[in-house]
Protein backbone atom coordinates (compact mmCIF):
# COMPACT_ATOMS: atom_id res chain seq x y z
CA UNK A 1 0.00 0.00 0.00
CA UNK A 2 2.97 2.38 0.38
CA UNK A 3 3.90 2.71 -3.20
CA UNK A 4 3.38 5.22 -5.79
CA UNK A 5 3.87 4.24 -9.34
CA UNK A 6 5.49 6.44 -12.01
CA UNK A 7 5.49 5.99 -15.90
CA UNK A 8 6.61 6.47 -18.01
CA UNK A 9 10.42 5.14 -17.04
CA UNK A 10 11.67 7.61 -19.36
CA UNK A 11 10.41 10.62 -22.51
CA UNK A 12 11.89 11.96 -25.27
CA UNK A 13 10.29 15.30 -26.32
CA UNK A 14 10.95 17.91 -29.34
CA UNK A 15 11.29 21.31 -27.71
CA UNK A 16 8.58 23.02 -27.43
CA UNK A 17 6.45 20.08 -26.70
CA UNK A 18 4.45 19.08 -23.52
CA UNK A 19 5.98 16.08 -21.54
CA UNK A 20 3.57 14.45 -19.34
CA UNK A 21 4.48 12.28 -16.75
CA UNK A 22 1.90 9.76 -14.67
CA UNK A 23 1.84 8.80 -10.67
CA UNK A 24 -0.74 6.37 -9.39
CA UNK A 25 -1.37 5.54 -5.74
CA UNK A 26 -3.43 3.48 -3.08
CA UNK A 27 -3.05 4.66 0.12
CA UNK A 28 -5.75 7.21 0.81
CA UNK A 29 -3.85 8.46 4.18
CA UNK A 30 -1.54 10.19 1.61
CA UNK A 31 -2.20 13.82 1.98
CA UNK A 32 0.54 15.40 -0.15
CA UNK A 33 2.09 14.93 -3.29
CA UNK A 34 5.36 16.32 -4.67
CA UNK A 35 6.96 16.84 -7.60
CA UNK A 36 10.98 16.71 -7.49
CA UNK A 37 13.40 17.65 -10.50
CA UNK A 38 16.99 16.00 -10.10
CA UNK A 39 19.73 16.34 -12.25
CA UNK A 40 23.09 14.36 -12.32
CA UNK A 41 25.14 14.95 -9.44
CA UNK A 42 22.64 16.67 -7.09
CA UNK A 43 19.90 16.33 -4.92
CA UNK A 44 16.31 16.60 -5.88
CA UNK A 45 14.96 19.92 -5.88
CA UNK A 46 10.92 20.31 -4.75
CA UNK A 47 9.44 21.33 -8.39
CA UNK A 48 5.70 21.66 -7.22
CA UNK A 49 3.21 20.36 -4.81
CA UNK A 50 -0.49 19.84 -4.47
CA UNK A 51 -3.25 18.60 -1.76
CA UNK A 52 -5.47 16.02 -2.57
CA UNK A 53 -8.43 18.56 -2.33
CA UNK A 54 -7.18 20.53 -5.15
CA UNK A 55 -7.39 19.11 -9.03
CA UNK A 56 -5.00 21.29 -10.85
CA UNK A 57 -2.47 23.71 -9.68
CA UNK A 58 0.18 25.54 -12.00
CA UNK A 59 3.23 26.88 -11.77
CA UNK A 60 4.84 28.50 -14.72
CA UNK A 61 5.53 26.21 -17.44
CA UNK A 62 4.96 23.13 -14.65
CA UNK A 63 1.03 21.93 -14.03
CA UNK A 64 -0.02 19.41 -12.02
CA UNK A 65 -3.52 17.56 -12.50
CA UNK A 66 -4.75 15.52 -9.94
CA UNK A 67 -7.43 12.99 -9.42
CA UNK A 68 -8.74 12.09 -6.36
CA UNK A 69 -11.34 9.21 -6.80
CA UNK A 70 -8.67 7.62 -9.74
CA UNK A 71 -5.90 8.04 -7.11
CA UNK A 72 -4.02 9.12 -9.91
CA UNK A 73 -1.66 12.74 -10.43
CA UNK A 74 0.66 13.99 -13.12
CA UNK A 75 2.95 16.36 -14.38
CA UNK A 76 2.59 18.34 -17.12
CA UNK A 77 5.48 20.70 -18.72
CA UNK A 78 4.89 23.29 -21.19
CA UNK A 79 6.99 24.10 -23.96
CA UNK A 80 9.82 21.69 -22.82
CA UNK A 81 13.15 23.13 -23.06
CA UNK A 82 16.37 21.28 -23.25
CA UNK A 83 17.04 22.64 -19.85
CA UNK A 84 14.15 20.49 -18.84
CA UNK A 85 16.42 17.63 -19.14
CA UNK A 86 16.32 15.66 -15.82
CA UNK A 87 14.94 12.60 -14.04
CA UNK A 88 11.25 13.32 -12.07
CA UNK A 89 10.25 12.11 -9.07
CA UNK A 90 6.67 11.95 -7.88
CA UNK A 91 6.62 11.25 -4.52
CA UNK A 92 3.60 11.17 -1.31
CA UNK A 93 3.50 12.47 2.32
CA UNK A 94 2.81 9.94 4.97
CA UNK A 95 2.72 9.53 8.92
CA UNK A 96 4.23 13.11 9.54
CA UNK A 97 6.37 13.95 6.93
CA UNK A 98 8.05 10.79 5.57
CA UNK A 99 8.16 10.90 1.80
CA UNK A 100 7.64 7.82 -0.69
CA UNK A 101 9.07 8.35 -4.35
CA UNK A 102 7.79 7.09 -7.56
CA UNK A 103 10.52 5.13 -9.78
CA UNK A 104 11.45 8.49 -11.67
CA UNK A 105 10.91 8.90 -15.35
CA UNK A 106 14.00 10.40 -17.38
CA UNK A 107 12.98 13.40 -19.42
CA UNK A 108 15.08 14.33 -22.67
CA UNK A 109 14.25 17.61 -24.17
CA UNK A 110 15.57 17.63 -27.73
CA UNK A 111 16.43 20.90 -28.96
CA UNK B 1 13.41 27.77 1.57
CA UNK B 2 16.25 25.82 3.72
CA UNK B 3 19.45 25.32 2.01
CA UNK B 4 21.29 22.31 3.08
CA UNK B 5 25.02 21.11 3.17
CA UNK B 6 26.48 17.58 3.30
CA UNK B 7 29.77 16.65 3.47
CA UNK B 8 31.63 14.80 2.41
CA UNK B 9 30.17 15.00 -0.85
CA UNK B 10 31.87 11.83 -1.91
CA UNK B 11 34.40 9.14 -0.49
CA UNK B 12 35.52 6.02 -1.81
CA UNK B 13 35.80 3.48 1.45
CA UNK B 14 37.43 -0.31 2.36
CA UNK B 15 35.20 -2.70 3.14
CA UNK B 16 34.57 -3.46 7.16
CA UNK B 17 35.13 0.73 8.05
CA UNK B 18 32.61 3.08 8.87
CA UNK B 19 31.69 6.42 7.22
CA UNK B 20 30.03 9.59 9.35
CA UNK B 21 28.04 11.89 6.75
CA UNK B 22 27.38 15.29 7.86
CA UNK B 23 23.95 17.28 7.48
CA UNK B 24 23.53 21.31 8.36
CA UNK B 25 20.75 23.30 7.56
CA UNK B 26 21.00 26.88 7.28
CA UNK B 27 18.25 27.22 9.72
CA UNK B 28 16.09 25.52 12.26
CA UNK B 29 13.81 23.09 10.73
CA UNK B 30 11.25 20.91 12.60
CA UNK B 31 12.72 17.32 10.62
CA UNK B 32 15.06 16.14 9.36
CA UNK B 33 15.29 12.61 7.55
CA UNK B 34 17.75 10.01 5.82
CA UNK B 35 17.55 8.90 2.21
CA UNK B 36 19.65 6.16 0.45
CA UNK B 37 19.70 6.37 -3.54
CA UNK B 38 21.65 4.06 -5.63
CA UNK B 39 23.39 4.99 -9.08
CA UNK B 40 19.94 5.23 -11.50
CA UNK B 41 16.98 4.38 -8.98
CA UNK B 42 14.74 6.17 -7.01
CA UNK B 43 15.01 7.57 -3.11
CA UNK B 44 14.43 5.08 -0.40
CA UNK B 45 13.86 6.69 3.56
CA UNK B 46 16.03 5.30 5.94
CA UNK B 47 14.97 7.17 9.05
CA UNK B 48 13.75 9.94 10.24
CA UNK B 49 16.15 11.72 13.06
CA UNK B 50 14.90 13.23 15.75
CA UNK B 51 16.37 15.90 18.06
CA UNK B 52 16.92 14.83 21.09
CA UNK B 53 15.83 11.41 20.94
CA UNK B 54 16.59 8.20 18.83
CA UNK B 55 15.88 8.07 15.33
CA UNK B 56 12.99 5.93 13.89
CA UNK B 57 14.21 3.77 11.50
CA UNK B 58 12.07 2.22 8.54
CA UNK B 59 11.60 -1.51 7.90
CA UNK B 60 14.96 -3.28 6.41
CA UNK B 61 17.51 -0.15 7.98
CA UNK B 62 18.41 -0.61 11.72
CA UNK B 63 20.13 1.57 14.02
CA UNK B 64 23.57 -1.17 14.08
CA UNK B 65 24.26 -0.50 10.46
CA UNK B 66 23.09 2.89 9.83
CA UNK B 67 23.48 4.89 13.83
CA UNK B 68 21.97 8.87 13.33
CA UNK B 69 22.31 11.62 15.78
CA UNK B 70 20.47 14.70 16.19
CA UNK B 71 22.26 17.03 18.51
CA UNK B 72 19.78 19.90 17.77
CA UNK B 73 17.70 21.97 15.28
CA UNK B 74 20.32 22.60 12.56
CA UNK B 75 22.67 19.21 12.17
CA UNK B 76 21.96 15.61 12.32
CA UNK B 77 24.39 13.03 11.30
CA UNK B 78 24.46 9.49 9.56
CA UNK B 79 26.96 6.56 9.85
CA UNK B 80 27.11 3.69 7.74
CA UNK B 81 28.92 0.86 9.82
CA UNK B 82 30.60 -2.25 8.73
CA UNK B 83 30.52 -1.34 5.45
CA UNK B 84 30.45 -3.67 2.34
CA UNK B 85 29.98 -3.24 -1.43
CA UNK B 86 26.19 -3.08 -1.07
CA UNK B 87 26.33 0.08 0.73
CA UNK B 88 27.42 1.76 -2.34
CA UNK B 89 25.05 4.51 -2.92
CA UNK B 90 23.95 7.88 -2.56
CA UNK B 91 22.71 9.36 0.71
CA UNK B 92 20.83 12.49 1.13
CA UNK B 93 19.91 14.51 3.81
CA UNK B 94 16.36 16.34 3.59
CA UNK B 95 14.50 18.70 5.92
CA UNK B 96 11.31 20.35 6.54
CA UNK B 97 11.30 24.21 7.64
CA UNK B 98 7.33 23.99 9.16
CA UNK B 99 6.72 27.73 9.47
CA UNK B 100 4.27 29.30 7.11
CA UNK B 101 5.77 26.83 4.63
CA UNK B 102 4.46 23.76 6.11
CA UNK B 103 5.92 20.50 7.71
CA UNK B 104 5.08 18.39 4.14
CA UNK B 105 7.55 21.12 2.36
CA UNK B 106 10.75 18.86 2.07
CA UNK B 107 14.21 20.01 0.87
CA UNK B 108 17.41 18.04 0.45
CA UNK B 109 21.08 18.20 0.29
CA UNK B 110 23.34 16.98 -2.49
CA UNK B 111 24.29 14.11 -1.32
CA UNK B 112 26.94 12.25 -0.52
CA UNK B 113 28.49 9.59 -3.43
CA UNK B 114 29.83 6.18 -1.44
CA UNK B 115 31.73 3.65 -3.17
CA UNK B 116 32.97 1.27 -0.94
CA UNK B 117 35.78 -1.27 -2.39
Known amino acids: QQQVKQSPQSLIVQKGGISIINCAYENTAFDYFPWYQQFPGKGPALLIAIRPDVSEKKEGRFTISFNKSAKQFSLHIMDSQPGDSATYFCAAIYQGGKLIFGQGTELSVKP | SAVISQKPSRDICQRGTSLTIQCQVD?????MFWYRQQPGQSLTLIATANQGSEATYESGFVIDKFPISRPNLTFSTLTVSNMSPEDSSIYLCSASAGGTEGADTQYFGPGTRLTVL
Open chain 2, 27 to 31: SQVTM
